[in-house]
């Protein structure tokens, strides 16, 4: 990559803004020098199939596609964009994101921004500084080869380390949440990069400001994550006693966790890289606990489990399979059979097949536990 070196004086407007043609051929690299700033040159793709890009493997095309490796890059990009009136969307991994046959008429971002830096280390624990870009799964790898625990049970989710914080990442125990201790975002509203406390981002279960009312606002750049050197210890979350009882564990570390829970997730969950998917379609249902009387006299199985503060989550997956729908092939989308939380595009012509299959599969819900369950991956537009 080369730089242009802005010559330095009082902030300016733009010397140059992305050439943007509208035969959607073009592709070169071009300068975006702002402020007197070291500016990159940058390739802007354009006409970019984003099947190619999303693991659910559908979408059309962007009509911009731009990889960032740096916080700078993603100002420069953002203001161009914004002085343009270009619509942005920010893509991680794009495992939890569908984009629609129409594509995206703006500017799609894809976050690249490398980075592990150790930030403080005590007797207890060892705080971590990650760029956004790096890859989620080869950061718990790192974290449980230096003997830290507190991501160990996330292993094999697929995606970036800055699209973590946007849903809360969780499994088998862990979530995002419990031990990021800050993210560093670019705040397109005041146009600066800020530092967010783990309590201003929002989290709660699969959700956050960045998803939620802040939709749009921040790019997450980096996240810091504060890690415990303490073993990982008993209660175990249900999948994964039951995965150490029968290959007899009793000796737990972190990675005596992570190898469970990357047999327990090969085991259940397709790999997105042969079966198209977005891990769970669905998000686990929360009502409220006066609503349990009633399901708990009509269905006496039900699953619930206690979330606090008057409400309960109900496994989606149990209410999909109980509704008939576990293994059915809808629309050219599979109802995953060993995990009916999944849909698997097996051949989907596009985003209406997808959009019917999952509408049937909400409809089965409420037709008998009348129960709304929602999607979980965010829709590119
Ligand atoms: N279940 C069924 N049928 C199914 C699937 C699940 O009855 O087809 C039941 C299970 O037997 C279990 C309960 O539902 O009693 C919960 O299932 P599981 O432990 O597999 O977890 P989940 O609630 O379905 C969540 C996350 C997963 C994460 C697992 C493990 C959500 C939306 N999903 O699934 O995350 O791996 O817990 O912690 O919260 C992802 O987000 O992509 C993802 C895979």
Redo the contacts with the bound molecule.
């Keep these: 990559m080369s730089w242009v070196q802005v010559p330095p004086g009082p902030p300016r407007k733009f010397l140059a803004i992305l050439v943007i043609r509208e035969d959607f051929s073009f592709t070169k690299h071009v300068h975006i020098p702002v402020c007197g700033i070291l500016i990159p040159d940058m390739e802007v793709h354009t006409n970019i199939p984003l099947k190619n890009y999303t693991t659910m493997k559908l979408g059309g095309p962007a009509r911009f596609m731009v990889e960032v490796r740096t916080p700078e890059e993603v100002i420069a990009i953002h203001r161009n964009a914004v002085s343009k009136n270009i619509p942005i969307f920010v893509l991680g991994g794009g495992s939890?994101v569908i984009a629609r046959d129409e594509g995206f008429p703006g500017i799609v971002i894809r976050i690249r921004i490398p980075g592990f830096e150790v930030i403080t280390d005590d007797i207890n624990s060892t705080t971590i500084k990650i760029g956004a870009g790096e890859n989620w799964d080869e950061i718990v790898k790192r974290t449980v080869d230096m003997h830290l625990s507190g991501i160990e049970?996330m292993s094999l989710?697929p995606g970036t380390a800055g699209a973590a914080p946007v849903?809360n990442?969780?499994?088998?125990?862990q979530e995002i949440a419990d031990t990021l201790v800050s993210l560093e975002a670019y705040d397109s509203q005041t146009d600066t990069i800020v530092v967010l406390q783990n309590e201003a981002c929002g989290f709660a279960?699969?959700d956050s400001i960045f998803r939620g009312r802040e939709k749009g606002r921040y790019v997450i750049t980096s996240i810091t994550l504060k890690l415990s050197k303490s073993q990982p210890s008993p209660p175990f979350?249900?999948?994964l006693q039951t995965y150490f009882d029968t290959h007899g564990i009793t000796f737990f570390t972190q990675e005596t966790v992570r190898d469970a829970v990357m047999a327990i997730?090969t085991e259940?969950?397709p790999d997105p890289t042969v079966r198209p998917n977005?891990?769970?379609f669905?998000?686990?249902a929360i009502i409220e606990n006066w609503q349990l009387t009633d399901l708990r006299a009509s269905f006496p199985d039900i699953?619930v489990f206690d979330m606090g503060g008057g409400r309960s989550k109900i496994?989606?997956?149990?209410l999909?399979?109980q509704s008939g729908m576990?293994g059915q092939l809808l629309h050219g989308m599979r109802v995953h059979d060993?995990?009916?939380?999944?849909l698997i595009n097996e051949s989907a012509t596009g985003y209406a097949d997808l959009a019917a299959a999952r509408d049937e599969v909400i409809g089965a819900v409420r037709d008998k536990f009348r129960i709304q369950i929602e999607q979980?991956p965010l829709e590119l537009q």
Excluded: C, H, M
């Excluded at 990442?169 to 125990?173: F, L, P, S």
């Excluded at 496994?315 to 149990?318: E, K, L, N, Y």
């Excluded at 060993?338 to 999944?342: C, D, E, Q, W, Y």
């Design positions: 939890n049970a989710i849903q990442v969780g499994a088998y125990g279960y699969r979350y249900d999948a997730r259940k969950l977005t891990g769970s669905f998000k686990n699953k496994p989606s997956g149990w999909i399979e576990k060993k995990n009916a939380l999944v979980e």
